[in-house]
Nanobody, 134 residues
Framework: EVQLQASGGGLVQAGGSLRVSCAAS????????????IGWFRQAPGKEREGVSC????????WYADSVKGRFTISSDNAKNMVYLEMNSLQPEDTAVYYC???????????????????????WGQGTQVTVSS
């Protein structure tokens, strides 16, 4: 069973930067890290979960929500089974718990899942809190 652990959150002032990490494990020889796409999501108190960004480690394809495009950068280290989300120009509205999740969906389908906040996904691990002060 694939497991993901988000880390690296913290408190930062508006305009600052932070990098959160997603450590993935539980892969087999039949289904490796590169057989999955990894998505970042966030959920603020009282709000719906929002898809932020995703990456296909096998070919480097990426997607970003409009709300973070140009400020956030997703990357992967395939040798370490890690995915990173570099967040720049952070704003108070970026405050949320950030989660990562793994998918085997085709890319176009994954984008749709991301835009819907992965409402049917139910294997959320522990997220990491990002707080941006004004």
């Amino acid at each position: 069973e694939v497991q993901l652990q988000a880390s690296g959150g913290g408190l930062v002032q508006a305009g600052g930067s932070l990098r959160v990490s997603c450590a993935a494990s539980g892969f087999t020889s039949a289904f490796t890290f590169e057989d999955y796409s990894i998505g970042w999501f966030r959920q603020a108190p009282g709000k719906e979960r929002e898809g932020v960004s995703c990456i296909s480690p096998s070919d480097g394809d990426t997607w970003y929500a409009d709300s973070v495009k140009g400020r956030f950068t997703i990357s992967s280290d395939n040798a370490k089974n890690m995915v990173y989300l570099e967040m720049n120009s952070l704003q108070p509205e970026d405050t949320a718990v950030y989660y990562c999740a793994a998918f085997t969906s085709p890319w176009a389908r994954l984008i749709a899942i991301m835009k819907m906040g992965a409402r049917q996904y139910n294997s959320w691990g522990q997220g990491t809190q990002v707080t941006v002060s004004s």
